[in-house]
């Protein structure tokens, strides 16, 4: 079936512009996570869903980023008045459960965001 | 706060000799750990996931370990190819929460 797909593949902005990052998760999946991932490091967590709540947005860098999953599929992650230090590639991922021991995250081929 | 380290950051080896890939975690009161491979320009491919009550986890060539007391799990990779060249990732889940810890990656080249 199909895997979790994130779009666009690649973004360039201005300074100062917002944007829009979209995740499909694999049908079905209860939980959907955001995750930032800088240039050679590991991904570092944004924010989780479970269905349309978000219960945990600990990671979120600043009040700029915010995170919506209005029906509990989609979600959308938004960056309002992007700063170079925005520059990464958001990863999202989505798994079947709420947390099992067992529970697997599958990732998406992520966003690259430039800020120039 | 949890602290996920992987050592080394780079390794390179010939074809057909085996890897080791070293994870330790600062916080052992976790749920489970995951081995993740990133190719470049791509995401992350689950590989193994060891829930805390297990000692170690094989699929194939790969066998991951997992000491919780220590904080350390290794990742094992028999007989490396060049298709096993990418980034390889361990993340730990901690008993609260969903989030995965994610260490910084072992970037691996396999050369022919």
């Known amino acids: 079936g199909a895997g979790v797909s994130q779009s666009p593949r690649y973004k360039v902005a201005k300074r100062g512009q917002d944007v829009a990052l979209r995740c499909d998760p694999i049908?079905?999946?209860?939980?959907l996570f955001w995750y930032q991932q800088a240039l050679g490091q590991g991904p570092e967590f944004l924010t989780y869903?479970?269905?349309?709540?978000?219960?945990?947005k600990s990671g979120l860098p600043s009040d700029r980023f915010f995170a919506e999953r209005p029906e509990g599929s989609v979600s959308t992650l938004k960056i309002q008045r992007t700063q170079q230090e925005d520059s990464a590639v958001y990863l999202c991922a989505s798994s079947p459960g709420q947390g099992g021991s067992t529970d697997t995250q599958y990732f998406g081929p992520g966003t690259r965001l430039t800020v120039l | 706060k949890q602290e996920v380290t992987q050592i080394p950051a780079a390794l390179s080896v010939p074809e057909g000799e085996n890897l080791v890939l070293n994870c330790s975690f600062t916080d052992s009161a976790i749920y489970n750990l995951q081995w993740f491979r990133q190719d470049p320009g791509k995401g992350l491919t689950s590989l193994l996931l060891?829930?805390?009550?297990?000692r170690e986890q094989t699929s194939g060539r790969l066998n991951a370990s997992l000491d919780k007391s220590s904080g350390r799990s290794t990742l094992y990779i028999a007989a490396s190819q060049p298709g096993d060249s990418a980034t390889y990732l361990c993340a730990v889940r901690e008993a609260a929460g969903n989030k995965l810890t994610f260490g910084g990656g072992t970037r691996v080249l396999v050369k022919p």
């Open positions: 060891i829930q805390s009550s297990q």
């Open positions: 869903f479970q269905n349309e709540a978000q219960l945990d």
């Open positions: 049908s079905g999946h209860v939980s």
